[in-house]
């Protein structure tokens, strides 16, 4: 036995050192030539700015804002925009999926690509392993331009060479490019919680996530598009020809785009496409009657440089601070939903002195059934009860189908659970944020992030209407601290202790463990908890 030990161990360590040995020989390919492209502005001959010239002349120098909470309604806006755009698409994702709709999506924009339309493609490469040939079949069009944002060197189809090399080059690795933004001809973005694939737009089996996406119309398109031109010609944005091992030829082109309109015949008529067109939102979209909310609002991003220097070297470069300022501004009520939520002691101290002054602050995150990160609820668990303490109102998420209506839930999803993914902050229902933004250590320091933020107590009270809506007893466990009984006869109250409170069939129901969890899930979290450090979380 103790030899067999060893000798997994002499091969454990002979895959080390021939990883390092590629690290030490690999070297990021950040000077490849590449041309720099920039946004092209938007033209008054264009559909989209056609279909939105009425409701703009009416609201001269503002932009129009419409919450997407359905995920449905968010790929449905994707779809239209791909199909509509006449000039130019710009995506720029964390992760996009090759599952059924990211398909749908990439055949989509393939067809826009035969058509005439500039498509560029700026993806994180920390979900890209395995993808460089297909992303080289496609960036082939003359018309598709691709880049990969801090990419990795060695083996680049290995999930394996990809941990072990961010193990060694954590400090440039460990931060990613988690914007979530697609614009149309320079005139319509989207920008939210979203990346591309099923569990996004309400398409999976497995788990579905109730998220948060804004379309956006007129000038604050422009801010969108500026800040993705920093990132697509920054030295951190390498053209995907540089990272593929093989070139495609014609064939394999050939082949891949018979496997794209396979995947959208599969699609046609399938239980999703009906649910899709079950809807008016299509409708609204093609006459341009979808109900623009006209305010002011502004486009924020972290820099690309973000990834390269920490906050004390520029924090200039950092979002983080301008939404510390937008919470001291708060006078009445903050509300916020994220799906990672790890305050910190900063976090905790600012909350305390908030609540000192009156403010009401209400939080929304997942519950351990429902999170996806469990190592980031062990992180978040530990400042609960103080938080409860101050007066901080703390909600779960239950582990059910996000926002897929319960009949469309049966038909289509199964068993489908649900979790948190959106990333919205509402000040005293006058000023909303919504982007790619988590309350927590790893958008505050490492990755870069962007949103928008709209001052309108209209869109604001929708946002807060949809708050109140998933921390509702059906869908939410609210936590309390309640006195445990004390001694027998004695009269003298227990210490505190954390429950969850829900409601079920109609029955209001107290938990006093993490509810639809074993002890197997909790032990688990608090080893993760013992050996990950929140600041990475």
Excluded at 250 to 270: H, M, Y
Excluded at 357 to 368: D, Q
Aim: hydrophobic share 40%.
């Amino acid at each position: 036995m103790r030899r067999r030990l060893s000798f997994w161990f002499l091969r454990l360590a002979g895959l080390l050192l021939l990883c390092l040995h590629a690290g030490a020989c690999a070297s990021v390919p950040f000077n490849h030539a590449k041309t720099p492209t920039f946004a092209i502005p938007p033209s008054h001959e264009t559909r989209l700015w056609k279909g939105l010239t009425p409701q703009m002349e009416r609201n001269e120098g503002k932009s129009g804002f419409f919450l997407m909470p359905s995920g449905m309604d968010a790929f449905m806006a994707r779809y239209y925009l791909i199909e509509t755009a006449d000039r130019t698409l710009d995506l720029q994702y964390f992760m996009f999926h090759d599952d059924d709709t990211g398909l749908v999506l990439v055949e989509r924009l393939l067809a826009a690509a035969n058509r005439g339309v500039r498509v560029r493609l700026l993806f994180d490469d920390w979900h890209a392993a395995g993808k460089d040939f297909d992303l080289s079949m496609l960036g082939s069009h003359p018309n598709i331009m691709i880049r990969i944002f801090n990419p990795f060197t060695w083996d680049r189809t290995s999930e394996l060479s990809r941990f072990l090399e961010a193990v060694m080059a954590e400090k440039r690795l460990q931060r990613r490019m988690h914007n979530k933004v697609f614009i149309a001809d320079n005139t319509v973005a989207v920008v939210g919680g979203r990346n591309m694939g099923n569990e996004y737009f309400d398409a999976s089996a497995d788990v579905n996530f109730s998220d948060l996406d804004i379309m956006m119309a007129g000038p604050i398109a422009r801010r969108a598009s500026e800040a993705f031109d920093q990132y697509w010609n920054s030295d951190l944005a390498v053209p995907i020809e540089a990272l593929a091992y093989g070139r495609p030829g014609r064939e394999d082109i050939r082949e891949g785009e018979a496997r794209l309109r396979a995947v959208r015949e599969k699609a046609r008529g399938s239980k999703y496409e009906q649910d899709l067109r079950a809807g008016d939102f299509l409708a609204r979209l093609r006459s341009g009657s979808v109900p623009f909310v006209w305010a002011e609002g502004l486009f924020l991003a972290d820099k690309p440089v973000k990834v390269q220097a920490p906050p004390e070297e520029n924090p200039s470069a950092y979002l983080a601070p301008i939404l510390d300022s937008f919470g001291r501004t708060a006078v009445s009520e903050v509300l916020i939903m994220t799906p990672y939520f790890v305050p910190g002691r900063e976090g905790v101290e600012i909350m305390k002195a908030q609540r000192e002054r009156g403010v009401k602050i209400k939080v929304l995150t997942n519950s351990l059934a429902s999170t996806d990160v469990r190592a980031v609820h062990g992180a978040y668990a530990k400042y609960r009860e103080e938080l409860l303490r101050a007066g901080v109102e703390l909600f779960e998420m239950k582990p059910e189908a996000g926002d897929v209506p319960r009949e469309r839930r049966r038909e289509r999803s199964g068993s489908s659970r649900g979790a948190l993914h959106a990333k919205t902050y509402i000040l005293d229902r006058e000023l909303v944020f919504v982007g790619s933004y988590n309350m927590d250590y790893r958008s505050r320091t490492l990755n870069t992030e962007s949103g928008i933020g709209i001052m309108s107590p209209e869109i604001a009270g929708q946002a807060a209407r949809l708050f109140e809506s998933r921390t509702s007893p059906e869908r939410s466990y609210r936590l309390v601290l309640a006195d445990e009984a004390g001694e027998a006869g004695g009269g003298k109250p227990g210490k505190q202790v954390l429950s969850w409170v829900t409601e079920e069939e109609g029955q209001t129901v107290v938990y006093d463990e993490e509810p639809m969890t074993d002890v197997w899930d909790r032990l688990f979290v608090r080893i993760m908890t013992w050996l990950i450090p929140e600041e990475i979380l």
